[in-house]
């Protein structure tokens, strides 16, 4: 598959010009992670350089120059029953950022990352004033909330997609969409190294390069409170049955902590797993996902980003999910694929397992794990897939956008 062709960028003519202004908004680690090359990328176009940009954004978006205004913690939340307790603090959160767009910090445009149920609101407003607004990762339209659209139309000048069918489905609503990849694509090799990320790894942990040998299995219980809250636990406790039922193997468990206010509740189920079993060796990382992920040989993890990052490196994964029943009920009614799972999606089918909520126990989520360490050929069979996948995804992402951000501005200062 071609690249892209780059968008022109046009000039705003004389110096004289006022710096040009981005707000931008992610509301979760991985729209940080989306959005940091973005801001990277403008500084590199010389009509953008030294773009003033605002809004809320986490520790990536902020190394690059950004200017955070509110906690970007406060937007993570998943599920209706989550979000209904975090609700307050939301609104008042999007009512302040609408207040200050409007008024004294009015941008040349508005780019909305990911959390639709947030940005969308933030983007009408804003679009009704007369401030273009662009919304990076379309909201899962195509698999479930399809009526979306119709707030989309209202509310987005441009939605850049960063999976390739979904441009069809703007193109039919009549709405504006650019195909930029994914990111992450380009972030991460078409070949792995795990003895290099292993040997990174010990260096962090300051453990023997010994330590890792023997099978390293990547447990990734997710990026948010409510994920530690509900999925975690049974991880911590699919670890200790699967360690008991690959007793004479050599085996270590690593979880990557996705933020730090996750830590205290990570390493209060570390402590209670160590006491009752000593002999399991389990590591915890503050951050270096890419390296835990690199590092193993077969992958735990909860339904979100961190899926994808796990196929781009080729790694077999058992995917899982529990939330809330009610949320769970509300969900199901509004779905229309029959997988959650990144992987899954974007491959069509079922190429890993997925154990949500009541299938989500340590006997199925252990047994499913050693599958795969059983099943070399299916291992082989399913890194040719993902390899394709990664093709498919591979875009200069930051760029691209970058160069669709710096047209929109342009063209708005012409009117």
């Given at each position: 598959?071609?690249?892209?062709?780059?968008?022109?960028?046009?000039?705003?003519?004389?110096?004289?010009?006022?710096?040009?202004?981005?707000?931008?908004?992610?509301?979760?680690?991985?729209?940080?992670?989306?959005?940091?090359?973005?801001?990277?990328?403008?500084?590199?176009?010389?009509?953008?350089?030294?773009?003033?940009?605002?809004?809320?954004?986490?520790?990536?978006?902020?190394?690059?120059?950004?200017?955070?205004?509110?906690?970007?913690?406060?937007?993570?939340?998943?599920?209706?029953?989550?979000?209904?307790?975090?609700?307050?603090?939301?609104?008042?959160?999007?009512?302040?950022l609408?207040?200050?767009?409007?008024?004294?910090?009015?941008?040349?445009?508005?780019?909305?990352?990911?959390?639709?149920?947030?940005?969308?609101?933030?983007?009408?407003?804003?679009?009704?004033a007369?401030?273009?607004?662009m919304?990076?990762?379309?909201?899962?339209?195509?698999?479930?909330?399809?009526?979306?659209?119709?707030?989309?139309?209202?509310?987005?000048?441009?939605?850049?997609?960063i999976?390739?069918?979904?441009?069809?489905?703007?193109?039919?609503?009549?709405?504006?969409?650019?195909?930029?990849?994914?990111?992450?694509a380009?972030?991460?090799?078409?070949?792995?190294?795990?003895?290099?990320?292993?040997?990174?790894?010990?260096?962090?942990?300051?453990?023997?390069?010994?330590?890792?040998?023997?099978?390293?299995?990547?447990?990734?219980?997710?990026?948010?409170?409510?994920?530690?809250?509900?999925?975690?636990?049974?991880?911590?406790?699919?670890?200790e049955?699967?360690?008991e039922?690959?007793?004479?193997?050599?085996?270590?468990?690593v979880?990557?902590?996705?933020?730090?206010?996750?830590?205290?509740?990570?390493?209060?189920?570390?402590?209670?797993?160590?006491?009752?079993?000593?002999?399991?060796?389990?590591?915890?990382?503050?951050?270096?996902?890419?390296?835990?992920l690199?590092?193993?040989?077969?992958?735990?993890?909860?339904?979100?980003?961190?899926?994808?990052?796990?196929?781009?490196?080729?790694?077999?994964?058992v995917?899982?999910?529990?939330?809330?029943?009610?949320?769970?009920?509300i969900?199901k009614?509004?779905?229309?694929?029959?997988?959650?799972?990144?992987?899954?999606i974007?491959?069509?089918?079922?190429?890993?397992?997925?154990?949500l909520?009541?299938?989500?126990?340590?006997?199925?989520?252990?047994?499913?794990?050693?599958?795969?360490?059983?099943?070399?050929?299916?291992?082989?069979?399913?890194?040719?897939?993902?390899?394709?996948?990664?093709?498919?995804?591979?875009?200069?992402?930051?760029?691209?956008?970058?160069?669709?951000?710096?047209?929109?501005?342009?063209?708005?200062?012409?009117?």
């Amino acid at each position: 598959m071609t690249l892209s062709p780059p968008l022109p960028v046009a000039s705003f003519g004389n110096t004289g010009d006022a710096l040009p202004k981005l707000a931008c908004v992610a509301g979760e680690p991985s729209g940080d992670l989306l959005a940091a090359p973005v801001l990277s990328a403008l500084n590199q176009i010389p009509d953008m350089a030294g773009i003033e940009v605002y809004g809320i954004g986490g520790p990536r978006m902020q190394a690059e120059g950004m200017r955070s205004d509110w906690p970007m913690e406060t937007l993570s939340v998943r599920g209706y029953v989550e979000a209904i307790k975090q609700l307050p603090a939301i609104l008042k959160v999007r009512k302040e950022l609408i207040h200050q767009l409007l008024g004294h910090d009015r941008p040349d445009v508005f780019l909305g990352v990911d959390a639709p149920d947030f940005n969308l609101g933030v983007e009408l407003k804003l679009r009704q004033a007369g401030i273009p607004t662009m919304h990076l990762v379309s909201p899962s339209i195509w698999a479930w909330r399809a009526g979306r659209i119709k707030k989309i139309a209202q509310a987005v000048d441009r939605m850049l997609c960063i999976f390739p069918f979904e441009t069809k489905i703007y193109d039919a609503a009549g709405i504006a969409s650019t195909y930029v990849g994914h990111p992450i694509a380009s972030e991460i090799p078409l070949e792995p190294n795990p003895q290099v990320a292993k040997e990174k790894l010990c260096h962090r942990l300051h453990i023997s390069a010994q330590a890792l040998d023997g099978l390293v299995v990547a447990v990734l219980p997710g990026s948010r409170t409510s994920e530690i809250e509900f999925i975690a636990p049974v991880f911590f406790k699919t670890i200790e049955l699967l360690a008991e039922q690959l007793k004479g193997q050599k085996l270590c468990f690593v979880i990557p902590v996705a933020a730090p206010h996750l830590r205290s509740a990570l390493e209060r189920l570390l402590q209670e797993t160590k006491h009752s079993h000593p002999e399991i060796q389990i590591y915890l990382v503050d951050g270096m996902a890419d390296e835990v992920l690199e590092s193993s040989d077969v992958v735990l993890i909860a339904s979100g980003t961190a899926t994808l990052q796990a196929a781009l490196w080729k790694k077999p994964m058992v995917i899982s999910y529990k939330v809330p029943w009610l949320t769970a009920q509300i969900m199901k009614r509004q779905g229309y694929l029959p997988y959650v799972g990144l992987p899954n999606i974007l491959c069509g089918e079922f190429v890993v397992p997925e154990l949500l909520q009541d299938d989500a126990t340590p006997e199925k989520l252990s047994k499913a794990l050693q599958d795969w360490l059983n099943n070399p050929a299916k291992v082989s069979s399913l890194k040719d897939r993902f390899a394709q996948l990664h093709e498919s995804l591979r875009r200069p992402t930051g760029l691209l956008v970058a160069q669709a951000v710096a047209q929109t501005i342009a063209n708005h200062k012409k009117h």
